[in-house]
């Protein structure tokens, strides 16, 4: 994933450089981005509080083994309404997942046995405010409304799942998860309010831009991508 989005950013960097001498821009603007996770990925305490139920089994003597992240996507369109305000929309999807296992005695996973995979899609008004709009470069911040439609697949493993854990030459522990049969799945839908709050945003470019933002909310924390004027 990472090798993934590092390749994105240097082909971004190419085609902004390659476009810079591009001709005026209009008003109208289509932009996509990417980046690796977002705010409630990493704190998943605004996730309770947001859908009441964000799938943490501790207190039900699971422990959790690995985290899955998926990503965070969005497509967004702005008008620039006055010199220093834009205002458009963004559909955003983000997704990531966890998988649970049981403790013994002596505190070891016995095997996997709850996977969840948590899935958002996230219409939302946006607000940009300018605090430089020069020829080429814009500097912004922002702030998104609207609503998440928040998925949970929830997937239940039979006792055949087993851990097994092996050591290199050098003493270092590696584990390994062989899954069971799946015996129950579960879904949870919920629609929960979101908002996003653009802390600072870059453009780079005339017709055709690059930008990156740094994000607190339903969007990627950090996130870049490219957009065209018309």
Known sequence: MKKVFIAFYIALFSFICANAETLDYGRHSISIGAGPTTFDALVPKYLEAMTKKNGNLSSEGYKKVKNNIYGSYSIAYHYEFLYWLHIGAKLNYHGYGSSWG??????????IYDVQRKHFITPMISFQFNYIDADILRLYSGIDLGASVFIMKESFYDEKSQAKITYDEHGNETTTYKMGEVVR??????????????????????????????????DAIFKAGFGVHF
């Open 102 to 111: 049981h403790e013994d005695e002596n505190g070891y996973i016995t095997g």
């Open 185 to 218: 799945t579960n879904t949870v839908k919920t629609a929960i309010f979101a908002f996003n709050v653009t802390a600072i945003g870059l453009t780079v470019g005339r017709r055709v831009y690059g930008f990156a933002e740094i994000n607190v909310g339903m």
